[in-house]
């Protein structure tokens, strides 16, 4: 037994200082690569959250729950201190907007940036956060509000909406999801994500070409069209374009 105790060796000083070494150098090595990885999903986890409310409040007025529909994005400070995205979907009844239509004088077909109202706190029927304090209400599922403090757009201390109805002449928006040509305003279809940090606190996107100014390592683009059909692409800073996911 006492031959068999004397064969049996374990590390020395010198092999187990080279053994921690290569864990060091494999640990810089890798870490970077972990990082990237971790803030890429993080990123990309909410703006599928965003995507997935697009896709749901749609949903609802293809059922027959909303006759009209909003998705309001405000960019600004949370209640937490911190800045971030406040994305919210509302949704306005059939009898509701059966009033609105029928009303003498109702001027609600010709000003589409006035009826996708996201100012007036008593225009919709079901708004989780009526207030705008953050206080959601978790009754209703038909209509939610996420907060995401790791996101950022293309505008700060500012807010934006775009509206859908089954009629896509009732297709609007509001605010930062507007644009306007001379006399004439268009909705946009579209809504870029990118990860907010220290050194970036918005998306800095060519208005023309709609690809970034600077270079972004976790920049996605949601996309809409007025019938309410939703498509993600991610930038690939490599090869200089949009990729669908």
Not at 54 to 76: T, W
Not at 108 to 114: A, D, I, S, T
Not at 115 to 134: F, K, L
Request: charged share 30%.
């Amino acid at each position: 037994m006492r031959v068999q105790d004397e064969k049996i060796k374990g590390f020395n000083v010198l092999e187990l200082i080279i053994v921690i070494a290569i864990i060091g150098v494999l640990s810089a090595v890798a870490y970077p690569n972990f990082s990237d990885w971790r803030k890429d999903r993080e990123t990309r986890n909410s703006v599928v959250k965003i995507k997935s409310l697009i896709e749901g409040i749609n949903a609802q007025v293809q059922r027959g729950q909303y006759a009209f529909v909003q998705v309001d994005v405000k960019e600004g400070e949370l209640v937490s201190g911190d800045d971030g995205l406040i994305v919210t979907s509302k949704g306005m009844k059939p009898k509701t907007l059966a009033t609105l239509l029928n009303t003498g004088g109702s001027d609600w077909w010709v000003k589409p940036n006035e009826r996708c109202n996201n100012v007036d706190q008593a225009y919709w029927d079901e708004d989780p956060d009526p207030d705008r304090d953050q206080i959601i209400d978790l009754d209703k599922i038909e209509v939610r509000q996420i907060v995401l403090d790791n996101v950022a757009t293309t505008w700060r201390d500012k807010k934006g909406a775009v509206c859908f109805g089954k009629n896509d002449q009732w297709y609007s928006g509001n605010g930062e999801l507007v644009s306007s040509s001379g006399g004439d305003l268009s909705v946009d279809s579209y809504l870029f994500i990118c990860n907010r940090s220290r050194t970036r606190s918005q998306c800095d996107i060519d208005n023309d070409t709609g690809e970034p100014t600077t270079e972004h390592d976790y920049l996605y683009v949601i996309e809409w069209s007025r019938f309410g059909n939703i498509k993600l692409e991610k930038w690939n800073k490599r090869d200089l374009e949009w990729i669908e996911q």
